[in-house]
């Protein structure tokens, strides 16, 4: 399980440090929490790395301490709990009562460091275990003391993020912060349970030696609150991302059905064709500039839409059974091949189309989304194609059959 769980949760925490890094160094530097960021992260990366069977072993041989990357994951779990209350109170208090308190968590740290590594080196010979160090020596008084020690200095730190996190959820109204605080503090109590199932064990190995150990819950319950305290603290960044994917598949749907229109319609009015800008490639720009190239090359076809391709258009959607803004939608699309035609003909229409008022009904997606059904009936409707040619043969035979020509 440690050599699952370990390196995958170590690269997701190294990737989320050089990115919060990467985005420190082109904003700048001058936020402490931003540098509480990126270090709780690296710490957390650097405690699964060393835990993992195979670095712990190559760590112990570069050394030349067995277990020292027991030391090392310890120092940099504490450190972890410290920069995630150091980040905390500099999002949740005024500068310089977040750089008081701060102050008294990293002196607070810097003397269960000192104490840690006096402890550990008092344990004494051991052999590399890197999955079972604490069953194995667990019952040496000196490691037990490091071990609670360790313990009760991380569970401290996880106790004041759950007061941080929780409380202060509640005041910073609905939203991605607020779920990501509250995400935090279940990943920190998360943590609280892998302490006390490392204290129980600690003590069954002094006290009851037969008692059955929970070791087998100790790289869950570590890797669970670590991936939750990592997704509550980016939560706000990557959160509103998420939101807004179905928006973006939305509007990437909206560019593929708009495309044969707006195609036909850039080929015979190649001007409205906007300057390419780096801006344009979100598909929400995308979209906006497609949308505003169909309605220019429109403007444009303006003399050469027919009025009587409309009305030929709408009694065959009606004969069909269309109505409302399929029905809308054939006529308008109708109207723009024919244009097309006309255009490349030099041809005006004898009924030219009269200009109406704006639709007061239709707001902007509204109307995208109307645009995307013209596309789609001018590129698969038959109806069109049948309105069109009867029209185009009815103005063949000199305006008649009921149509009125062009």
Known sequence: MHALLYPGLAVLAWTAAGVRLATTLRDGTGNPARHAVTGTFALLALTFTVSTPAVWAFADRAVGVDNIAALIAHLCVVGFSTSIQVLLLWWTN?????????????????????????????????DTHSTDFVATYAHRPQLAAYLLMYLAAFS???????????????????????????????????GLVYTLARVRDVVAAICWDDLPRLERLV??????????????????????????????????????????????????????????????????????????????????????????VGDRARRHAEAGGLGGDDLAAVV???????????????????????????????????EVEQL????????????????????TEDAARGGGGGGGGW
């Open 94 to 126: 005024p500068p310089e009562r977040a750089g008081r308190l701060s102050r008294y968590r990293l002196v607070a740290l810097a003397v269960v460091v000192l104490v840690l590594v006096v402890l550990f080196c008092g344990v004494g010979p051991t």
């Open 156 to 190: 401290a730190g996880l106790v004041d993020i759950i007061r941080i996190c929780w409380p202060y959820a509640r005041l910073v109204g609905p939203g991605w912060l607020r779920r990501g605080l509250r995400t935090t503090a279940v990943g920190a109590a998360v």
């Open 219 to 308: 790289p869950i319950t570590a890797s669970t609150g670590a991936l939750l305290v990592i997704g509550g603290l980016t939560m706000p960044a990557w959160g509103p991302r998420l939101a807004a994917l179905p928006g973006t598949a939305h509007r990437i749907r909206l560019l593929r059905q708009l495309r044969p229109l707006w195609a036909a319609l850039c080929a015979a009015v190649p001007a409205v064709r906007l300057a390419h800008d780096r801006r344009w490639w979100r598909p929400a720009d995308r979209l906006h500039r497609r949308v505003i190239e169909i309605y220019d090359a429109r403007l444009v076809l303006r003399p050469y839409l027919s009025e009587a």
């Open 332 to 366: 308008e699309a109708a109207k723009l091949r024919a244009a097309l035609a006309a255009m490349r003909a030099d041809v005006r229409p004898r009924r030219p189309e009269l200009p109406g008022p704006p639709d007061p009904a239709l707001d902007e997606v509204r």
């Open 372 to 391: 995307a059904r013209v596309a789609r009936a001018f590129a698969t409707s038959p109806l069109v194609g049948a309105a069109v040619r009867e029209t």
